[in-house]
């Protein structure tokens, strides 16, 4: 999935996403993304003060892109009903991360500059760990007032689900060609997952993707 957009700005942003995916922050000057945008290079610091400034405003337009598409901890989305909901909900999360390109190249910008920027590496733990068991301590909190899931402790439940799949999608980013490989396995975790803790009386609603 790929997003187009318009305009000189979008145009830089866009180029600046290319650009740091591929070669890191420090590895791209401003002459290239401009050069990538169509524009020559001093024209870039009409729209941006420097490439510092580009790679920020990059993070905080994801960060909204990203709650929209994904959510978060205060918009965890629709409560999941059954087993089957529960899978099939997580299950188009897991492709708007690995299949949206925006959100990849986001992800490896910060795969790559965790190591030099400390408010980048709190950015990089928000969206690898505390935003996504946010998510889904408030998902299984929710499935257990309403009896669709055993009784328990939903902290360390979301972790507990989502701790393999996490880790299958830093592989793909590691090794693209054993994506389809991660994903089959995230499809069989995430159908045991619910077949264990599903109350029993709901056993047969669990879907096989």
């Known amino acids: 999935m790929k997003e187009q957009r318009s305009g000189t700005k979008e145009r830089i942003l866009d180029s600046a996403l290319n650009l740091f995916s591929e070669k890191g922050y420090d590895g791209v000057g401003v002459d290239a993304i401009a050069e990538q945008a169509g524009l020559k290079g ?7 003060k420097s490439k510092e400034e580009i790679l920020d405003t990059l993070i905080r337009e994801v960060d909204s892109y990203y709650e929209k598409n994904f959510g978060s901890k205060l918009h965890p989305g629709k409560i999941p009903a059954s087993a089957e909901e529960l899978v099939d909900i997580s299950w188009k999360r897991i492709r708007f991360t690995l299949k949206d390109d925006r959100i990849r190249k986001t992800r490896r910008i910060l ?12 950015l990089a733990t928000r969206y690898s760990l505390e935003n996504i068991q946010g998510i889904y301590q408030k998902l299984f909190k929710e ?9 328990g402790d939903p902290a360390m439940l979301s972790m507990a689900f989502i701790a393999p799949i996490t880790l299958l999608i830093n592989m793909c980013d590691r090794e693209p060609e054993r994506e389809q490989e991660a994903m089959n396995s995230m499809k069989e975790y995430m159908n045991y997952f619910a077949k264990q803790y599903l109350q029993e009386n709901k056993e047969e609603n669990v879907a096989e993707y």
């Open 42 to 48: 001093p024209s870039i610091y009409k729209h941006f």
């Open 111 to 122: 795969a790559m500059e965790q190591f030099r920027s400390p408010q980048v590496a709190k």
């Open 143 to 151: 499935m257990m007032d309403a009896g669709v899931i055993r009784q």
